[in-house]
């Protein structure tokens, strides 16, 4: 390990505390939202976030961008959003008499990029982001042109407003590494919120740590080891989706490397070097809910996903 690897890991749970409680200037309650999207960015995957209006999905995006020192940009989706208005184009300039072309970024060309609503974006505008997240570059015409590191899409939906949405197809959802529950405040969480954004001001966060220094602890997350055994579990773990009597399509490969990246954000963002059970445990549920497809009978049922986990995690004793 470099010295400038070292020092950031001494650093870490420092760091890990200082971000929490930033974000915690802004955010009420959504402990275990806040967790995961941390595991997401620790682990380099994308996240999907969902919930009902109005429950701060934006704003954690946000804020969380400007605690780590990120380029952020935003993109706004609905149905009449182009692949062009996401990747950028290219546009001919007139200089000195002559024509060139010059190409023009597009929002995609951010660390941190919010795509606001994706289930509202046409199934073409949404595959313009299917390059962006697998292999981190964009091509417009015959040239490609390499994203800044490091790169997150992290997406919002709202599940209950169907009307004007298209469905995320399968290959989009399974890029993203967690999908991501946010729930409604308790009485005393909402109570907390009219307090501080019913009054003059809103709170300021202020930025914790440096690209660079984002990039050194991705690089030390990947480095935590991982016992035979676990691994073996989480391998198991996905295999069992693919032959659950009430799963029509099981999770993939993705999933397996998944579940081991994002159990080792958590260790390491727990302060810990090793990842145990628990760690696996809990990050079943974000890394599986959107790579399992259930059949008619199970949804005829009203099982849901969460429920194929919890029963596979019991059988398997994990």
């Not at 008499?97 to 970024?105: I, P, T, V, Y």
Request: charged content about 25%; aromatic content about 6%.
């Amino acid at each position: 390990m470099s010295e400038d690897l070292k020092a950031v890991y001494s650093a870490a749970p420092g760091i890990f505390q200082k971000l929490r409680r930033e974000i915690d200037k802004v955010m009420v309650g959504q402990n275990v939202a806040i967790e995961q999207l941390l595991v997401s960015i620790l682990a380099g995957g994308h996240a999907l976030l969902e919930s009902n209006p109005g429950l701060a999905k934006t704003l954690l995006v946000k804020t969380t961008a400007s605690c780590l020192g990120l380029g952020y940009s935003r993109i706004q989706c609905t149905p009449d959003l182009m692949p062009a208005d996401i990747t950028g184009t290219t546009i001919i300039e007139d200089t000195d008499g002559s024509k060139k072309f010059r190409f023009e970024a597009g929002p995609v060309f951010a660390n941190i990029v919010l795509a606001d609503e994706i289930n509202r974006a046409s199934p073409k505008t949404q595959s313009a982001l299917l390059e962006a997240m697998q292999e981190k570059q964009v091509t417009v015409g015959n040239k490609t042109y390499p994203l800044d590191k490091p790169f997150f899409i992290l997406a919002t939906q709202n599940p209950i407003e169907m009307e004007g949405t298209f469905p995320l197809p399968e290959a989009q959802l399974d890029r993203f590494l967690l999908k991501i529950f946010m729930e409604y405040p308790s009485l005393e969480e909402e109570l907390q919120i009219l307090e501080r954004y019913t009054g003059r001001g809103e709170p300021v966060v202020e930025r914790v740590v440096s690209k660079q220094e984002v990039i050194a602890l991705q690089q030390l997350c990947r480095d935590i080891p991982v016992s035979d055994d676990l691994k073996r579990a989480a391998v198991n773990l996905v295999l069992a989706t693919r032959k659950w009597e009430g799963v029509q399509y099981g999770a993939s490969p993705r999933a397996s490397i998944g579940l081991i990246v994002s159990a080792k954000a958590r260790a390491f963002l727990q302060g810990r070097n090793y990842v145990s059970k628990e760690d696996l445990h809990v990050m079943a549920y974000p890394v599986l809910r959107h790579r399992i497809i259930l059949n008619f009978e199970a949804e005829r049922k009203g099982l849901t996903r969460d429920h194929v986990v919890t029963d596979l995690l019991r059988n398997l004793n994990i």
